[in-house]
């Protein structure tokens, strides 16, 4: 048997040395107490194969450490290095430990390196000095599980050895023999369904290319890493390449074929030598960090071609765009649902599992309790449930509790991360969002400026309203890049529309580079407009044929309709205001945000440029202080401007303001006033000219309630059927439920409990779907008068309380035709139980919430009624 000598210690590398007269020496380095079974398992199969194991052994000679060992390692032809999670003892007169010393002393010999694969503890500095031997080349470097394996490995290894190296002198470039893959940081959490989606299209042979997508800090590299572990039992060898400190795409030949060791020869390219060292192998090239270097695709691609054994997993902020590549985008982590509190929900949520592990690395006794909960979903939702965000708050916790946290987070780009192993683009969050802003051109880069200002995503015709000044942007083309680059995402709004959003954090950076541009108020004014535009659309729209598609956009325009009104108003743009608003009166009401609405009326009409509104905007505003003062119960305060809507839009002949003038002037009237009923049933015969059925519908509730309180029970319900085929036919759920709330009461009056219990669980359905509280209010005071049909009083107290708290959250009282048969309720609840415990029952039925109260009483009316039916 011969062995070529060490470079530096003994003969040249390639001399070949018989050895009849001893055997083989193998050099085991390690550290000594952490690795002491790994060292035993790895002596004795070195016996087994009647070769020589050495030894260091601290205090076994009486010599300086550093003398004993290099000593050893000039003696011996074989280097094997094992490693866990200690990086060693590093002496007073070095800088390095003796195992990295014996590392770099052992240069030039034939080295097999094994790496423990779970050793979550492992130090940086040993972490560092894998990844030099790692990416060295050169060297054989294998994970292993357990002593036992690792014997198994070094037995296999040094058997191939022995026959490749040492049977005759040729030299084949040693590489990595089965890979080596870093041991990650922390666990993965959650990714389950993407980690089996990524292993399921590797284990598939026809698929050659895998690309994980996303924004930066979404957890690609280390959904990868799970990936790649799970698929070295299948594979020939498991490649890990890490491209992030290359920005040179020519470079990354030279950089793939390092981590297999792979030497140039002569002029061949570099990945030609990769092609033949993979040939004939099922072999795994993990990518990571490619955005940054996409004109090596090409290269890449010719290699997929040499090696049809070959498959590349690849981690990039945008698709390669080679044939046959496969994209597996990554989301935010699930977090939990808006305002929730309950620890055991809280806990469920991945993106809080994410928050504690990583709080618990910076205080071990960190725990999601009661008092946190609802703090921390906070805090996560904030951040969008992106892990690198998540991980960087939560490691301050020991200094900044979640509430205090949660106060800060308009800082969250400046979080900084306290590991100093972590790559730079991720140290913190402006630094992770930046790397992904250099690699655009400025058209993208100016359209990524000019989106943050659509706090809520925007459709495409949006996009090209705020995007571009001038066709200075091609909107389309750059909105592609950007989407491309994970910077934006893609998702159907309604009816199919692409609606396009940014992560929250993504939004303040960009945020930051509009202000920079010095375009901040042009953008948002365009905005402005536009979404006056917008909102005329969709006030028509939502009564005819395409209302489905309008409600599901105003859905998502909601926040920005908003917060354009705000700049409106903030700007004196009376005008423009009242342009965005008034269309979307019942928009604004069917989803509860009549106050804002109120305020921000009020706030309009004291601008200095109110005074010079159109003739029909002027109306409209009068008309929208007076309707929403009724709405909040000042009947006082809304006359006088109800009484001007009405005189001016019969100047006018405004047949639809005139009929909500109408409306509202009849609501301000007395029951027992005799002209109420005129008024009401003008307001219908105008709006009917108007020819919008809603309103028309809207206008027979309050004409079909004077009905009711006169006695007139069948007139009163006949006036409702009419207006509830009105809403059934314009498809408009909102407007449905509250006729069929004002149907329930009226089969109460005529004491059918049955035909009351069927529209209120109909209504309380769709109260329910659409998330109506003002409406869901009716329905529980009228679940209410059922349950106090059928003597339960404590039932129809808990239902009363929840519908007061529901209105007092929205600022709203019963409307005035219903407030006496409201107040007749009350007063029946209140003698059958008695004040104390009406008030204990009605607190109750508050602090339970008006939706779980909901459930419960519909169960307890319901269950009677069944029960007593039978």
């Not at 894998?130 to 994970?143: F, K």
């Not at 999601?368 to 892990?387: H, I, K, S, Y």
């Not at 209302?547 to 009104?565: I, K, Y």
Request: proline share 7%; hydrophobic share 45%; charged share 25%.
């Amino acid at each position: 048997m011969a062995a070529p000598a060490t470079e530096g210690v003994g003969a040249p590398a390639d001399t070949l040395i018989s050895t009849p007269d001893r055997r083989l020496r193998v050099f085991i380095s390690s550290t000594m107490e952490e690795l002491a079974a790994e060292r035993r398992a790895v002596r004795d199969a070195i016996t087994r194969l009647r070769l020589t194991p050495v030894l260091f052994e601290l205090g076994a000679r009486p010599h300086p450490p550093r003398d004993l060992y290099r000593a050893y390692l000039t003696q011996s032809d074989v280097f094997v290095g094992v490693y866990g999670e200690r990086y060693g003892w590093v002496a007073p007169t070095m800088d390095i430990s003796g195992l990295e010393d014996e590392f770099n002393l052992s240069a030039g010999m034939p080295r097999l390196m094994y790496v423990r694969r779970d050793a979550p503890g492992r130090e940086p500095r040993l972490s560092a000095l894998i990844e030099r031997i790692w990416s060295e080349g050169g060297v054989s470097t294998t994970p292993y599980r357990d002593p036992e394996h690792l014997a198994e490995l070094v037995s296999d290894d040094l058997a191939v050895l022995l026959t490749e190296r040492f049977a005759a002198p040729v030299r084949h470039p040693p590489g990595l023999a089965a890979g080596w893959l870093p041991t990650p940081p922390a666990p993965l959490v959650d990714r389950r369904d993407e980690l089996a989606m990524v292993t399921g299209l590797l284990r598939d042979q026809t698929v050659r290319m895998v690309t994980l997508t996303g924004p930066g800090g979404m957890g690609k590299t280390r959904l990868a890493l799970a990936a790649a572990e799970a698929m070295v039992p299948d594979r020939d060898g498991v490649w890990w390449v890490d491209l992030a400190p290359v920005r040179d795409p020519e470079q990354v030949p030279a950089t793939v074929s390092g981590v297999l060791g792979v030497t140039p020869e002569g002029r061949r390219p570099l990945l030609e030598l990769v092609g033949d060292r993979l040939s004939g192998r099922r072999a795994l090239l993990v990518l990571d960090n490619v955005e940054q270097v996409l004109g090596a695709a090409p290269d890449l691609a010719a290699l997929l071609t040499r090696c049809p054994g070959t498959q590349l997993l690849v981690t990039s902020r945008t698709l390669l765009g080679l044939r046959g590549e496969q994209d597996v985008p990554l989301e935010p982590l699930a977090m939990p649902s808006p305002g929730e509190r309950a620890v055991d929900r809280v806990l469920s949520s991945p993106a809080v599992q994410l928050f504690e592990a990583r709080a618990r690395r910076a205080d071990p006794g960190f725990d999601v309790t009661d008092a946190t909960a609802g703090a921390v979903a906070e805090v996560v939702r904030r951040l969008d449930g992106l892990p690198l965000a998540i991980e960087l708050a939560a490691a301050r916790v020991r200094t900044l509790p979640p509430t205090m946290l949660l106060r800060r987070l308009d800082r969250a780009l400046d979080l900084t991360g306290s590991d100093v192993d972590a790559p730079d683009r991720q140290r913190t969050l402006r630094a992770t969002v930046a790397w992904s802003y250099d690699l655009l051109g400025e058209p993208e880069r100016a359209l990524l400026a000019r989106l943050s200002v659509c706090a809520d995503g925007c459709a495409l015709d949006t996009a090209e309203a705020v995007g571009s000044v001038d066709g200075d942007v091609d909107v389309l083309e750059s909105l592609s890049v950007l989407v491309g680059h994970s910077l934006v995402t893609s998702r159907a709004g309604g009816e199919g529309e692409p609606r396009f959003r940014m992560l929250e954090l993504v939004r303040a950076f960009a945020a930051e580079r509009l202000r920079e541009r010095g375009e901040e108020d042009a953008t948002r004014e365009r905005l402005a407009e536009h979404l006056a535009t917008i909102s005329a659309l969709a006030g028509a729209g939502l009564s005819g044929p395409e209302h489905r598609f309008w409600r599901v956009r105003l859905d998502a325009e909601t926040v920005d309709l908003q917060v354009a009104l705000h700049w409106a108003i903030a700007h004196d743009e009376a005008e423009l205001a009242v342009r965005i608003a008034a269309p979307l009166a019942r928009w604004w009401w069917a989803r509860g945000l009549l106050a804002p609405m109120a305020e921000s009326a009020e706030r309009t009409a004291a601008l200095p440029s109110a005074a010079a509104l159109p003739p029909d905007l002027a109306g409209l505003l009068r008309w929208a202080r007076g309707a929403t003062r009724v709405a909040h119960g000042s009947i006082e305060e809304a006359a006088p401007f109800i009484a001007e809507v009405v005189a001016d839009a019969r100047a006018r002949d405004d047949a639809w303001l005139l009929g909500h003038g109408l409306v509202m002037l009849g609501m301000t009237r007395p029951p027992e006033d005799p002209e109420q009923p005129a008024l009401l049933a003008e307001a219908v015969d105008a709006l009917r000219r108007s020819g919008d059925d809603w309103s028309v519908a809207y206008a027979l509730v309050p004409l079909g309630n004077v009905a009711l309180l006169s006695g007139d029970l069948p007139k009163a319900a006949r006036t409702h059927e009419e207006a509830l085929g009105l809403a059934r036919g314009i498809g408009d759920e909102h407007l449905m439920a509250t006729l069929l709330d004002q149907l329930g009461l009226d089969a109460l009056l005529a004491d059918d409990l049955t035909g009351a219990q069927e529209r209120l669980v109909e209504s309380a359905g769709l109260h329910r779907e659409i998330r109506d509280q003002e409406g869901l209010a009716y329905c529980l005071d009228l679940l209410a008068a059922l349950a106090l049909g059928r003597r339960d009083a404590r039932t129809a107290a808990r239902l009363i309380g929840a519908a007061d708290a529901a209105r007092a959250e929205l600022g709203v009282v019963i409307w005035p035709l219903l407030q006496p048969l409201a107040d007749q309720l009350d007063a029946t609840v209140r003698r059958v139980l008695g004040e104390d415990d009406d008030r204990r029952e009605r607190s109750a039925g508050a602090a339970a919430g008006p939706w779980t109260t909901l459930e419960q009483g519909l169960a307890a009316v319901t269950g009677r009624l069944e029960t007593s039916s039978s």
